[in-house]
């Protein structure tokens, strides 16, 4: 089968590998119709996760057909159109009975800061990805979700990430009607945050980033007020500013580790790797937010820590809230938005290219160009 | 629009719906069970069997029940990965090793590809002609800078050379 293949930073090609198998008799094959490039999939790329390993296949974003089930497997059935979510759980550990699905305790065996995800490197499990014509799938029963009847197959594959993260990005500001809400990052899940933040009821939803066609589309796309970070001398007194020199009740890091605008963060974690990546969205986060607020984090950091003002979170009384998306959790409520028309997760696709092209894609998405927000790879 | 004073937020379609006044941070979004008491006692599924090298993290007392069998540990970057995984997920002597086993298996890749006779397509794994495609003037600039540094090193050896 045709599939991409990690070849080191800034490398990937595509080519045959062996078809997947079968290797526990709750897994599932599926035939992928749909995979997406994640921004946090431009961490790897990039070589910024520890323990990713030359041939392997990327790819946690994916909707497909099921072609074969394993003996235990009771909820699929070959032919099924399934949206995968993009943590792998089983559905039987105190976290997942918690409702952490991101959370997992039976699927990754290489490191226990996080739980298994599809074709995210070795520290997450040494699965293979979606950008392929065919994946494993562990622990049929519990992840994949049977997509509804008359969805769109768009709007399904982005219920697999961006949605839910975006959605929970918000969740976990716990946003009151009527506050200020500053996100980080115009990148999908940026944005995706920004639309979801107003299903919690605030007066303003406010987007930082330094890429104006990005800014311009969260503005259009969200509702939101947008502003470069480029453009201001110090982002943080700007936000004091627009909110009355009282902070944002509620701040967002959508960016992670590849962060701008700090020289000094991104000296010591983008070029020197001397810590997991730029730490400057959740600075900013810290340093903007309101005395007694809130910081939602769904960056994505690596191993083995940051430069972050913690003593700031100390005197600030600041509540930090993170965790991958709990995907299966939320789906639900998502796509209860989706069909009733309230959310248009297609709507932030801009790129769909052959999976062929995927080394094409990688670049278009790293470098930013052609005015891209979201790629579609289709097999 | 959104930064117009005439903007009504809540005409957005769903504004305030899924507001909670109970989602204060002191109340967690997990579905409390008090499970997390009886620790790793939980029904577990059939195990996997491992059929290849799985590296396992020593903060766990055995394999998860599923588990990845992409690309094993092998030659000096598989040599480096196993040192990396006597250490816990708290050390550095896990994750730099990590990092440097990544460099190295690159390399690694390179020479196995020459060795089946396979001369990587670097063009095309970096995709370059999307680069070409959307943006000529960023790429004209890239070669113009590489092919000045490579002339300023060149200039430079030949001067050191005719002078000793």
Redesign the interface.
């Given at each position: 089968m045709l599939a991409m293949n990690y070849?080191?930073?800034?490398?990937?090609?595509m080519e045959r590998k062996p078809m997947p198998e079968l290797?526990?008799?709750?897994?599932a094959i599926v035939r992928v119709t749909r995979s997406c490039i994640c921004g946090s999939d431009l961490h790897l790329y990039h070589?910024m996760v520890?323990?990713?390993?030359?041939?392997?296949?990327f790819g946690h974003e994916f909707t497909g057909v099921v072609e074969e089930v394993g003996p235990?497997v009771k909820n699929l059935k070959v032919g099924d159109q399934v949206l995968v979510p993009f943590n792998?759980a089983?559905g039987?550990?105190?976290f997942c009975?918690?409702?952490?699905y991101g959370n997992c305790?039976?699927?990754?065996?290489?490191?226990?800061?996080v739980g298994?995800i599809f074709g995210y490197s070795?520290?997450a499990?040494?699965?293979?990805g979606g950008q392929a014509e065919y994946v494993r799938v562990?622990?049929a029963d519990v992840g994949p979700t049977v997509i509804p009847e008359g969805m769109d197959p768009d709007d399904a594959v982005l219920l697999t990430d961006v949605v839910p993260t975006g959605y929970q990005a918000a969740?976990?500001g716990?946003?009151?009607?009527g506050d200020t809400v500053v996100i980080f990052g115009a990148g999908p899940i940026g944005i995706m945050a920004a639309r979801c933040a107003?299903?919690?009821?605030?007066?303003?939803?406010i987007i930082i980033d330094h890429i104006d066609y990005r800014l311009e589309f969260a503005?259009n796309y969200a509702?939101?007020?947008?502003y470069n970070f480029k453009s201001m001398k110090d982002p943080v007194v700007f936000l004091k500013r627009i909110t009355d020199w009282y902070g944002a009740d509620v701040c967002i890091d959508c960016v992670g580790c590849e962060a701008e605008g700090n020289p000094l963060q991104t000296l010591s974690g983008r070029v020197m790797?001397m810590q997991a990546g730029a730490g400057t969205a959740l600075q900013w986060a810290i340093n903007s937010v309101k005395k007694g607020g809130?910081v939602s984090v769904v960056g994505v950091y690596g191993?083995?820590f940051n430069l972050i003002p913690i003593g700031n979170v100390l005197n600030k009384g600041i509540?930090l809230?993170a965790n991958q998306a709990?995907v299966k959790r939320l789906l639900p409520?998502l796509i209860d938005?989706v069909q009733s028309?309230?959310?248009d997760p297609k709507g932030l696709i801009t790129h769909r290219i052959p999976l062929s092209e995927a080394?094409?894609?990688?670049?278009?998405f790293?470098?930013k160009?052609?005015n891209c927000i979201k790629t579609v790879l289709v097999p | 629009?959104?930064?117009s004073e005439n903007?009504d937020?809540r005409q957005?379609?769903?504004?305030?719906?899924?507001?909670?006044?109970e989602?204060?941070?002191t109340y967690p979004?997990?579905?409390?069970?008090g499970?997390?008491h009886?620790r790793?006692n939980?029904?577990?599924?059939?195990q996997?069997?491992p059929?290849v090298e799985?590296?396992?993290?020593n903060?766990?007392p055995?394999?998860?029940?599923?588990?990845?069998?992409?690309?094993p540990p092998s030659g000096l970057?598989g040599a480096i990965?196993r040192y990396?995984?006597r250490h816990s997920?708290?050390?550095?002597r896990?994750?730099l090793p990590?990092?440097l086993?990544?460099?190295v298996?690159?390399v690694?890749?390179v020479i196995d590809d020459l060795s089946r006779g396979y001369i990587?397509?670097?063009c095309?794994?970096?995709?370059?002609?999307?680069?070409w495609k959307?943006?000529p003037a960023?790429v004209a600039k890239k070669v113009a800078i590489a092919a000045a540094a490579g002339l300023l090193i060149y200039w430079s050896c030949r001067k050191k050379h005719s002078k000793s």
């Open positions: 070849r080191g930073p800034y490398r990937v090609r290797l526990h008799p709750e897994d070589g520890p323990d990713t390993r030359v041939g392997s296949t235990l792998i089983c039987k550990c105190n009975k918690q409702g952490l305790h039976e699927s990754n065996p290489m490191a226990t800061a298994g070795h520290t499990g040494g699965f293979d562990p622990y969740e976990m716990g946003i009151k009607e107003w299903f919690f009821g605030p007066s303003r939803v503005r509702k939101c007020e947008a790797l809130i191993p083995p509540t809230r709990s409520r938005h028309g309230r959310l080394p094409d894609a990688y670049r278009i790293s470098s160009l052609d | 629009m959104a930064n903007f937020y957005i379609p769903g504004w305030g719906m899924d507001a909670d006044p989602n204060e941070p979004m997990k579905n409390y069970t499970d997390d009886k790793i939980y029904e577990r599924s059939q996997q069997e059929d799985i590296l396992m993290s903060e766990r055995a394999l998860s029940r599923v588990f990845g069998n992409t690309v970057s990965r990396a995984f997920e708290d050390s550095y896990h994750w990590l990092i086993a990544d460099r298996n690159m690694e890749g990587p397509d670097i095309t794994e970096r995709g370059w002609k999307a680069e959307y943006n960023g």
